[in-house]
């Protein structure tokens, strides 16, 4: 069974400060999603990471994928506020078939002035 | 990438009654997917819809429960039934959206209460 594990599951972090949020899996997939979800919104999606050794970046965030590892981070460089939500990940299930997205549980990220 | 309208956006029932969620997407998809978020939770994939086939069931979901239709390849409902308490969640569509670049596009996710 395909498990996705997220830390922290909670992150409270200063304006101005870096920080990683780190996603483990348990089986061979190679690929791997990153969503962002506001307070009572849906998912936006962040980044597709799509092999070994993929790095992407967009404003403030840079995430990675090490398929030998079964990791992916998703680095926060010098917060904001407006970064503040939960930040998901997610792996295909089923050997890397289409369609069963296993989720992490989740960081809920706040960032204070 | 593809965008999903989802309705109703909330809603409170009563126990025992039904729900139908519609997702409308405004391309041609093959597949769509139907999660459930309970609060506070992650998301858990319900079922997968093909059109012109029954849809797919994950473990501990079955039709009798969320019957979902599929009847062309821009549209797609969930119905909860016979709901209780234990129903209130988010409940979320989405596509494989265009090609793998983009990932999967949710719907904006109907937020159910049951009371």
């Known amino acids: 069974e395909l498990k996705v594990e997220q830390n922290p599951l909670f992150l409270s972090m200063q304006e101005g400060k870096n920080y990683t949020i780190y996603c483990n899996y348990s089986?061979?997939?190679?690929?791997l999603y990153w969503y962002r979800q506001d307070p009572g919104k849906s998912l936006e999606s962040l980044f597709v990471l799509l092999s070994n050794g993929a790095v992407k970046q967009e404003g403030r965030l840079m995430a990675s994928l090490d398929t030998k590892a079964r990791l992916s981070t998703l680095h926060i460089t010098a917060a904001v506020h407006d970064l503040s939500a939960t930040y998901f990940c997610?792996?295909?299930?089923?050997?890397?078939?289409?369609?069963?997205?296993?989720f992490g549980k989740g960081t809920k990220l706040s960032v204070k002035p | 990438s593809a965008v999903i309208s989802q309705k109703p956006s909330r809603d409170i029932c009563q126990r025992g009654t039904s729900l139908t969620i519609q997702c409308q997407v405004d391309s041609q998809v093959t597949m769509m997917f139907w999660y459930r978020q309970q609060p506070g939770q992650s998301l858990t994939l319900i079922a997968t819809?093909?059109?012109?086939?029954?849809?797919?069931?994950e473990s501990g979901f079955v039709i009798d429960k969320f019957p979902i239709s599929r009847p062309n390849l821009t549209f797609s409902t969930l119905t909860v039934s016979n709901m209780s308490p234990e129903d209130s969640s988010i409940y979320l569509c989405?596509?494989?959206?265009?090609?793998?670049?983009?990932?999967?596009?949710f719907g904006s996710g109907t937020r159910l209460t049951v009371v």
């Open positions: 819809a093909n059109q012109g086939s029954e849809a797919t069931y």
């Open positions: 997610a792996v295909e299930g089923y050997g890397g078939s289409q369609g069963n997205l296993i």
């Open positions: 989405s596509d494989l959206g265009t090609g793998e670049r983009y990932g999967y596009t």
């Open positions: 089986t061979t997939s190679d690929r």
